[in-house]
């Protein structure tokens, strides 16, 4: 009887905690917690797109989709290409030849990142894995002739890391999307022969832990039947427990439906916010994709790099820092050599970043720049430049005598004094501490 009863409960419970499609049971949906104690990931940007390497990833709707076209593409497509030249010759022109994803796992790895954001499909519609739904429109029908998708992924999570894919829902000269949205989207004829096999087909093939969303601001959420994807995704798809999800799943969802919130891209709050976020930034500021014409000036460097991490994670977020591979498969030396600084920087300070939550104060100004991040008892102060004096003034903190103040990547306690018989301290540095990036780290034990 005992036993039977039991049995009874564990199935009404596992009925209850099924959701329904709709915002209210969906947005109740606890985060896993792997993605919170991730705190860094990798976007990659690319596809078609990076064969032109003009512009941006946009250089499709630049040329051809808006009115008026942008003159900047138009004249590089004149002066480079021949006439009647179309966007879709470009792809066999992806040829990927270099492309060792034994190699990108590696960079991914020597970053410091726990999770890889690839982009399974952008809104030019082309596939970089055998999508049964967009026919010599993928990247094993034409260009490298290569599931991308799937051989990234299998290095990546060999390296332990969790591995994520950016889908757009709309793009941008797809003729059944065309038509539905000539009917002012009261017609689904894309959303149901193109968009929403595609999904559940990535799904099951490739297993996601990330489904990073977008292109979605053009029409609401019950044209995209976007309620009804996530019920299945987090009911009955075969990553239910793991998988996260972002906030762009209709005009007007950012911010306020999903999982973590977005926003909007390069999103930075001015306080803590409430709600898990994640702030994706580009290490190219003026592109995603692979540009040709990039310039030194126009990249983000390390320290600033590091500067914009450690905000992000002291406000609570996630930094998904995204770089642009070329055409041929490489990913630039520029960017590796960010992303393995990054990593230089975390091996010492990465205590300080995952698995960390937001502190009482989040950040505070007197002679430098500190951000604060917090794990258990323990108090992490983020400097985020070289003191002009060997010695550093905290506010914030409340010692007792049992505070102890050490430098991640040196264990030596550092002597320190009370600020005030309330609150604060003075911390006497050994040396002017130098670390990649400029950032460095006092690990502080027994305050409040």
């Excluded at 990931?41 to 942008?70: A, L, R, T």
């Excluded at 995704?233 to 998988?243: A, F, G």
Aim: charged residues 20%; aromatic residues 14%; hydrophobic residues 35%.
């Amino acid at each position: 009887m005992l036993a039977t009863l039991v049995l009874v409960l564990a199935v009404v419970s596992q009925a209850a905690a099924r959701y329904t499609a709709d915002w209210t049971s969906l947005d109740a949906r606890p985060l896993p917690s792997w993605y919170d104690q991730a705190k860094v990931g990798i976007f990659v940007h690319w596809g078609v797109f990076s064969v032109p390497g003009f512009g941006s990833e946009w250089f499709w709707w630049h040329w051809q989709g808006q009115q008026p076209p942008d003159q900047k593409c138009v004249s590089y497509m004149s002066k480079n290409y021949p006439p009647g030249f179309s966007y879709p010759e470009f792809a066999p022109q992806f040829h990927a030849q270099f492309f060792n994803p034994e190699d990108w796992a590696d960079i991914f790895k020597a970053s410091g990142a726990k999770y890889v954001v690839l982009t399974a499909k952008h809104h030019e519609g082309f596939t970089n894995w055998g999508s049964p739904h967009s026919w010599n429109w993928n990247s094993v029908d034409t260009g490298p002739h290569r599931d991308l998708v799937g051989d990234l992924g299998e290095t990546v999570r060999n390296r332990s890391l969790h591995y994520g894919l950016y889908n757009s829902l709309y793009e941008w000269f797809h003729p059944l999307y065309l038509k539905d949205k000539k009917n002012g989207f009261k017609t689904q004829e894309f959303v149901m022969n193109k968009l929403l096999p595609e999904l559940y087909n990535m799904v099951v093939r490739y297993r996601p832990e990330v489904i990073w969303s977008d292109g979605d601001w053009e029409a609401p959420d019950t044209y995209w039947n976007s309620t009804e994807f996530l019920a299945w995704l987090y009911n009955d798809s075969p990553v239910k427990d793991t998988v996260v999800t972002n906030d762009r799943w209709g005009a007007g969802c950012a911010c306020k439906h999903g999982g973590y919130y977005n926003c909007e891209d390069k999103y930075t709050p001015g306080q803590l916010p409430q709600h898990k976020w994640e702030k994706c930034t580009s290490v190219d500021t003026h592109s995603w994709g692979y540009r040709r014409n990039m310039k030194m000036s126009e990249l983000m460097d390390l320290p600033t790099i590091i500067e914009d991490l450690v905000h992000t994670v002291a406000l609570g977020g996630n930094y998904l820092l995204n770089v642009g591979p070329t055409p041929d498969g490489m990913i630039p030396a520029v960017f590796e050599e960010r992303l393995r600084s990054v990593g230089a920087w975390l091996e010492i300070n990465g205590e300080a970043i995952y698995a960390s939550k937001p502190w009482r104060i989040q950040t505070e100004n007197t002679t430098v720049p500190v951000w604060y991040t917090s794990k258990g008892e323990t108090v992490y102060a983020i400097v985020t430049t070289i003191p002009p004096k060997p010695t550093v003034q905290l506010l914030g903190p409340k010692t007792s005598a049992d505070t102890k103040v050490t430098l991640l990547g040196n264990p030596q306690p550092l002597s320190w004094s009370p600020l005030t018989p309330s609150a604060g301290l003075i911390v006497l540095l050994p040396e002017r501490p130098s670390s990649p990036g400029r950032a460095w780290t006092l690990k502080l034990d027994g305050v409040q």
